[in-house]
């Protein structure tokens, strides 16, 4: 299937995505695949009053029904699953398995929100008046705003959006600038779930095109209820108090950098192949990628050992053939920055293992690198600093409450996990002694979560969020309700006021 063809399947219009000055390159070759239409402010502006104006009417669409259009979008990416998997990795580098896994959490969280769509439960509260029931409701918020980043391009957008539309808040997206194109594949199997929806009102879902600037926009617009802003840790520290600036909501998915304990009991056949997934999978361009090893000293040259020559048997190359384990970077300002960060923590002493680029020759314009294994002596301030590219720290530990003092010792809190057949290691990395991340696995490694489960971290993770357990809240608003049905009127506490 040619570009096109791809283009045409999931019910975008090829001519059109040729017509502006706004370019889209892809990964693999740095080939430019589209030049879109950037939208002005003024088109923001129109998009927004568009969110805003389908409001009304989906708020007062009942919950159920709103559950049906998400099962009919389900349905949609269900039987478009291969086609628009390969736009996300045409678009972002990641390799085909990766790109269609992504599309198959969409269809994962669609399921989740139709089942959530008649569960929207509030509580009964007792009350100490008598005569009087005292309730919860939880109402549709309003129109949201969701900016997202290039790494998770599609399924970040399906979290937000699937739980928004049960809870009955329009949406306008600025995807990230670096992948605009499925953003608008996406909008296009909406269109086609609400044509076979039938009522829907227009505006549920617009998308903005545009940079940071754009971003800004959404961010300053008090008609937008809630942002939901997925980026770097240096995004949300602009958004949150810009958001916060005009009372607004914010539910903030920023950097992380994860690590793994590896204890002296740990299962390292396990461990290996969780490393490995975690660390190199999506050229270690996940917020979950594994950048921390905190390893006993007593295995730890045996696994790095081992790790080594994992790393050397790695598949780098063309996303889309199936043999390739790590594609590109998305970008020469990843390159550079992995390069910068590599040579300053050998200054500092770390020992590193690849990291080279690769494939240059044949792809001047692509960013293939083998990914990195860097040995440290000390959690050094590049350690805990976020790069987003693969590199994994190993750092080694004598006792376990080190191990948690180094795990910890980060300004971020994403993602984290332990290989140990320990119970009491186990219990206490995830007591409240230990891990102090959102996301905190035994026995398996940090990435790769499912949508049951609440997805987000602390510290500059921005402490947000998304997807299953009770993530809905944040998209609705809570109304505490008395209600008196006694022919008197009692106050609380007691209180006696005016009364003979
Ligand atoms: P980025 O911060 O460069 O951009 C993310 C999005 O924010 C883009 O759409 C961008 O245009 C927008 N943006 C940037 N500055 C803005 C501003 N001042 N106002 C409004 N919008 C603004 O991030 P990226 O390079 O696209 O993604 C990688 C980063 O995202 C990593 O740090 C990664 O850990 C993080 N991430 C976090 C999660 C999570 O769930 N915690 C998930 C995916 C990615």
Not at 166 to 177: A, L, N, R, T, Y
Request: hydrophobic share 40%.
């Amino acid at each position: 299937m040619n570009l096109d063809e791809l283009y045409g399947a999931l019910g975008l219009d090829p001519a059109a995505l040729r017509r502006g000055d706004f370019p889209v390159t892809s990964p693999i070759d740095g080939a430019t695949i589209a030049r879109l239409a950037a939208d002005s402010d003024a088109d923001t502006e129109a998009k927004i009053a568009r969110g805003a104006g389908a409001f009304p009417a989906w708020r007062d669409t009942p919950a159920p029904r709103r559950g049906e259009l998400v099962r009919l979008l389900g349905d949609e990416l269900r039987a478009h699953k291969d086609a628009l998997g390969r736009l996300v990795t045409v678009e972002n580098g990641k390799i085909l398995a990766e790109g269609t896994g992504e599309v198959q959490e969409m269809i994962d969280i669609c399921d989740f929100a139709v089942g959530l769509s008649r569960q929207l439960y509030g509580l009964t509260i007792a009350s100490e008046r008598p005569g009087h029931r005292m309730m919860e409701t939880w109402h549709p918020l309003g129109p949201i705003g969701v900016i997202t980043a290039f790494n998770f391009p599609v399924a970040v957008w399906s979290w937000n959006f699937a739980l928004a539309m049960v809870c009955g808040d329009p949406v306008v997206w600025k995807p990230s600038e670096k992948t605009p194109l499925v953003a608008l594949a996406c909008q296009a199997l909406l269109a086609r779930a609400c044509e076979k929806f039938g009522d829907a009102p227009d505006g549920l879902l617009e998308v903005v095109v545009g940079g940071r600037e754009t971003g800004t926009l959404l961010v300053d617009d008090e008609r937008l209820k809630l942002v939901s802003a997925t980026g770097s840790t240096a995004m949300g520290r602009v958004v949150g108090p810009r958001v916060h600036a005009r009372f607004g909501r914010t539910l903030l998915e920023l950097g992380g950098n994860n690590a793994m304990i590896v204890a002296p009991s740990a299962d390292l056949d396990l461990a290996v192949r969780a490393i490995l997934f975690a660390a190199v999978g999506t050229a270690g361009q996940r917020c979950t990628t594994l950048r921390r090893l905190i390893v006993h000293d007593a295995v730890r040259e045996r696994l790095v050992d081992r790790l080594k020559t994992a790393y050397e048997g790695i598949r780098i190359g063309d996303p889309l053939e199936p043999e390739t384990l790590v594609g590109p970077l998305i970008d020469r300002a990843a390159f550079d920055s992995m390069q910068a960060t590599l040579g300053r923590v050998a200054a500092d002493g770390g020992r590193v293992f690849g990291g080279e680029r690769s494939l240059g020759d044949r792809h001047p314009d692509a960013y293939y690198v083998k990914p990195a294994i860097v040995e440290m002596e000390a959690q050094t301030e590049d350690v805990r600093t976020e790069t987003f590219a693969p590199i994994l720290y190993a750092i080694g530990y004598e006792d376990f409450a080190e191990a948690i003092r180094i795990h910890n010792d980060v300004p971020q809190g994403l993602a984290s996990s332990i290989f140990t057949n320990d119970v009491r290691e186990a219990e206490t990395f995830t007591s409240a002694a230990g891990s102090d991340c959102g996301l905190v696995n035994v026995n398996i490694g940090p990435s790769g979560a499912e949508i049951g489960g609440a997805f987000g971290g602390e510290k500059e993770t921005g402490g947000g969020r998304e997807s299953g357990s009770d993530a809905w809240r944040a998209y609705m608003r809570r109304a505490t309700n008395t209600i008196n049905y006694s022919r008197a009127l009692p106050l609380a506490q007691g209180i006696t006021f005016g009364e003979g």
